[in-house]
């Protein structure tokens, strides 16, 4: 038996992924749902818009796995091959769908794209007895082919949204029947705030080795996750071996996790607030914009958030905010002082239950000894009118954005905060 | 000849790759790597923390290319295991280098690691005729090995920071020697903004058949572009393979063209503002902040971006802009009047010499028959109060965050028209 047994690989189309100029994240995504699925992912490839090189990797592929997932190459342009590759690994023909032209054209005329659609016929070219996936993102559908017996290819566009959206609606249902045995992996994920990554690794070294869940940590910028793994025949035995190691996690680290699985900060916030029937709105200097739109992104936000004012110039700081000139002058816009009054002035001018202000120096430029890049002042004004004011330093070597979202990151995790003191 | 003829490949080794807990980040780096230094790099593999799977892979790849880069696996834990099985794919034995563990025994003790450092001893063990490359930041070091003529092997670790040091200090400079040509490659990227990737390569099919340079297209949400590649002896040489084309191209797509490399639509405007010393602010509905932080995450925007109001609710719109409760009932809130109104308005109050105002659906709720999710309404008002009204209609299929994304991607680049029709 070869080394690889039955398995699923994964193959990446696509010269941009070789020249390195994007990374490839279709491929960690798709790892994940496999892991989930419970099946046995062994090998992963990568090779460019060359068909002669699509053909051999992929009839390489099929002499040792039974499951082949390729993205990329799908759409119109001519270095998108992956199909015509697919075919002759096999000496297959391509036929015309007629009914993929009738949608794809009807597609066309629902959106704005005013495409000279020809070249899109080529994605209605299909094997056979292939099954195709529907795109409902976007113009290229993929397929499911079974060239030979006991080896099945599913094809996806490289566009990670269109990807992710046929992989949830068409091809992870097809898989999972087919392909994964009565075992599948259950995962709960802990989303914390306010505590870094390893803070959170130290206090449970013990957890990581555990075999039946499995512990794993995460962490991107001002996130850290912790996710807990079950193998299990179903989801209630899966939760049952989830449920002490999940307690234990709340009992150690409590007010730091903020939620779970699907749950952000927004998202979080949003619920809490149309629970307590109350409202919110902002005013922003140094995030520009950034905090009221990690709100908004959310769809329910304008259940609880009004508004705000965006008040990048202190010119704009006085006549929107009546910040006095005197103030600005004597304590400047980075100060607890006039970050308190805009939080202040923000929620008596839009008539809100609570305000968040923010000001500081994202960088690069505009810092000094005093008040160097990476200072934050932010202010969160209550119901009651208490004010809590928080000052934040962030490393210099972060660079502008990424001051920028930790700073929404430290407004969004200090209101949480205050909301779980304050309770209703 | 095989496909590949002789060329570079990447093997990338780690179980938590394939169970997708990180993104492969290391091979997008090292590609970039490799094409600047203008290698033939024709494929990438990953593959678990497995002996057998490893001696495979390494063995296929010794038949097909001249040089093979991996990283991963090098550390001291049991499931380490790159050089072992690089030995073993060759039918080699390792031996201990005593040198190199006083070396790490010196780091240890230079650090705070507290580690049982006696597991770190197995990176000492390399083949006899095996190149050490020094590790500056961590302990485990790599290697350049030849262990069959014509084809070499050079080792990394995962961790990114002591792959990329290793690189620059050691390996960048070997490779150049042993396998560059005097060729690198030079590339040039044109970006387009309101129209689509297949209409873009429709119009010049016969340009992507060139072999030097070459021409490759991309698309993200909203923004397509195409790249021009030249493989030159230098940079001057380059430009001017790439001269003829990017002319060509500048005719036929003249004021699709907003940019080129690092601009962004953003970037692109706020230089053009600051040329022309003029100001801006917004008002802002569906997209709730969004396109405010699209401006101010660029630095330098501080010089032309004043601030803006984020009108959520009906009643800022009505407190804030001055809309009247009579218009907003008469139209609604997504209408062109009262966005037009906005537009108005806003510069106004806010003093600038232009504004965007912008209300619209993002959905998935609040839609209607009369207006759907993906309707948007955009006003542009500039210095001569002329006033702009664009209706969109995105297609329905669009999530939230798309529709606010191509939202201000349609504000940002119609508000670029006008000011390329109103040359100052």
Redesign the interface.
Known sequence: M???SKGVEILSIG???????????N?????????QLGLN????????D?C??II??IQEISKRSNLLITTGGL?????DLTTEAIAKSFNVTLFERPHLWDEIKQ?LS???????????RKQCFFPKNAQIINN??GTAPGMIWEPIKGFTILTFPG?P?EMKTMWEETACDFIKTKFSDSYSFFSNTLKFAGIGESSVAEKINDLFNLKNPTV?P?ANLGEVKLRITARAKNELEAKNIIKPIKEKLKKEFSKFIFGEDNDTLPSVLINKLDERKETIV?A?SC???????S???I????QV?????????N??KN??LNISEKKLEKYGAVSKEVCEAMAINVKE???ADWSIAISGI?????GSQDKPVGLVYISISGPNNHITNIKKKFNSTRN??EI?TLSVNVCLNSFRLILLSDRK
């Open positions: 070869s080394p690889y010269t941009e992924l070789l020249l390195g100029n994007i990374t490839n994240t491929a960690q995504w798709i790892s994940e749902q496999l892991s992912h062994f090998r992963q490839s990568t090779v460019g060359n002669d090189r051999k990797v759409g119109p342009t001519p270095d597609k629902n959106s704005n794209l005013k495409d000279d659609s020809s070249s899109l409902p993102r566009v949204s794993a995460y902002f922003e995030t520009g914009g950034l905090l009221s739109s709100i908004t992104s769809s329910g936000s304008s958030f009004l508004g705000s004012i965006v008040s990048y110039s010119a704009l006549s929107l001018k839009l008539g994202a960088g690069p430029k505009g502008r954005i920028q």
